[in-house]
């Protein structure tokens, strides 16, 4: 499954990356993950196994302790035996302009209009000329299904439009692969399928997609590839037909069990 | 009670114009210290929070320092023992806002600082995977934040200082308290003239918290 694009360059690269918040106490241990472009993988795994920290490592939120994550061929952290991080790369922390996030709790800028959430890092990162930002973001809101709520501040929005913002903020800025970290989980369930259904036009739009969440239909659906993690390790990886349907280890069927019987 | 009130010793030239002499000291002392007070705080909160931690301690200490002593106090020494140990001469004027700027500066930082430190991580984090800058983060998405939530404080120290401009009567700045305390030694009228005196901070301190009341109602977020 780690099929490479003709160009040969992957679009998120983890090599044996090892974290911990408060040492001696090991968050991943020696992930590597390699994900191509366009695939949509779903990362699973039980409470505390490590998702949200893999994805915030790859976003740049958390330094690793040792190993290396790149993103499109551009290192962004490498972190030697040693614990040095390596500089020398001309890639370092560009490659984190590729990555998008969105999180469980939206994390909208409340005293902005969904507009400015959206236009605010095109116009102040990029530069971009405040009325082409403004352009872009009403046809970002319009094809998250938001036409005509640009004036809205966040505490005006429902959850689930709140999180399609979200995603349209994090899709202003073009990035090439998109995190997700249970951008669902935070909603009555009768807005879920709302943020779903953007999640797979994205997805069907080919963009790489690493994204952690409980729906398992989605996974089954929309999923390349499905990434089952364990205290801090990849323990299986595989399509969602392989992982859902048998399982290797007894961990991944012992949780799939109880995500089903849930 | 039989005091026969006079309140025509109020409404002579005599009084009126020291008052509005008085006034303009206290009106430009105040937003002197204001400004000074609020550029004190923003810095010392800063310094707090994001600089080189022996600088936090040296904030800590001004901070603490002039929260738990007597702005009278605090004036006074700035005023007589300050020139004496730096060498520098200054006027009361100058002593005063010096030490009224310290005071505001002070309750400001820990306003400020408080504000800022309400904004939680998760909006640092959204802003800093959307690529701003440290700098463009605190620009763009914790002061807006954090400036909606310390206002009505930030309105409580402008007007204590307003207020407190009176303390500089004792070093003789010629502001209203000392001006209708002049008054009175002439006059012999304490209860009318200080009623005026009253009245007169009541007038210039209101508006104060009429337009801030309309400032937060205008921020208001909706659906917050
Ligand atoms: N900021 C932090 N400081 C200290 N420990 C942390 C921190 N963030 C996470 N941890 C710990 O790291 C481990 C992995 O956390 P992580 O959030 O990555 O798990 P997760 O798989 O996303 O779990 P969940 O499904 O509950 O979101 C947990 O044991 C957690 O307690
Ligand atoms: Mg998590």
């Keep these: 499954m780690t099929a490479v694009s003709e160009t040969g360059v992957l679009a998120v690269q983890a090599t ?52 290396r994550i790149s993103v499109l061929g551009q290192v962004v952290q490498d972190v030697g035996a040693s614990g040095h991080t390596s500089r020398s790369s001309g890639g370092f922390r560009k490659g984190y302009r590729e990555v998008g996030m969105v999180f469980q709790q939206f994390n909208l800028f409340p005293h902005m209009t969904a507009l400015e959430n959206i236009t605010l ?50 899709l202003a800025l073009k990035p090439k692969v998109m995190l997700f970290d249970e951008v669902t989980s935070a909603l009555d369930p009768e807005l879920v399928g709302e943020v779903l259904i ?22 089954r659906e929309v999923a390349d590839r499905v990434v089952y993690m364990d205290a801090g390790r990849i323990v299986e990886d595989g399509t969602p037909e392989e992982l859902f349907t048998r399982p290797t280890h007894q961990r991944t069927q012992a949780f799939l069990r109880r995500i089903e019987s849930r | ?104 500066g002070a309750f400001l930082a820990e306003i400020y600082r408080g504000g800022l430190q309400s904004i939680g991580a998760a909006q640092r984090e959204a802003s800093h995977v959307l690529g701003l800058s440290r700098i463009q983060t605190l620009r763009y998405v914790v002061f807006p934040q954090a400036f909606r939530r310390v206002l009505p404080a930030i309105t409580n120290v402008l007007i204590s200082l307003l207020k407190d401009t009176s303390l500089l009567s004792v070093i003789a700045v010629s502001e209203i308290t000392y001006q209708i305390t002049n008054r009175v030694a002439a006059t012999y009228r304490p209860l009318e003239l200080y009623t005026a005196l009253a009245v007169v901070y009541f007038v210039i301190t209101y508006p104060i918290s009429l337009g801030a009341g309309a400032l937060e109602r205008r921020l208001r977020l909706p659906g917050m």
């Design chain 1, 121 to 170: 890092s095109p116009r102040v990162t990029r530069a971009i000329p405040t009325l082409d930002a403004r352009k872009s973001a009403i046809e970002l809101l319009a094809s998250v299904g938001l036409a005509g709520h640009e004036t809205k501040y966040p505490g005006e929005l429902s959850g689930g439009q709140q999180q399609r913002v979200a995603i349209a903020r994090a």
């Design chain 1, 16 to 67: 044996q990356v090892c974290k911990s918040y408060r040492r001696g106490v090991p968050v991943l241990t020696d992930v590597s993950l390699d994900v191509a472009p366009d695939q949509v993988l779903v990362l699973i795994g039980a409470s505390g196994s490590g998702k949200s920290t893999m994805l915030r490592c790859i976003a740049g939120l958390e330094t690793i302790d040792s190993g």
């Design chain 2, 1 to 104: 009670m039989n005091y026969k009130w006079d309140w025509g010793i109020v409404f002579t030239s005599d009084t009126f114009n020291p008052l509005l002499i008085g006034l303009e000291f206290t009106l430009g002392v105040s937003v002197i210290c204001l400004v000074l007070g609020n550029i004190l705080g923003l810095a010392a909160a800063m310094g707090r929070l994001y600089a080189w931690k022996p600088l936090g301690i040296l904030v800590y200490v001004y901070v603490d320092f002039f929260r738990t002593t007597p702005a009278l106090v605090q004036l006074i020494w700035i005023f007589y023992v300050l020139p004496i140990v730096t060498g520098i001469d200054f006027g009361p004027v100058e002593a005063g806002i010096i030490a009224l700027s310290l005071n505001a």
């Design chain 1, 198 to 219: 953007v999640m797979r036009r994205l997805a069907e739009g080919g963009m790489t997609m690493i994204v952690v969440t409980h729906e398992m239909a989605f996974a």
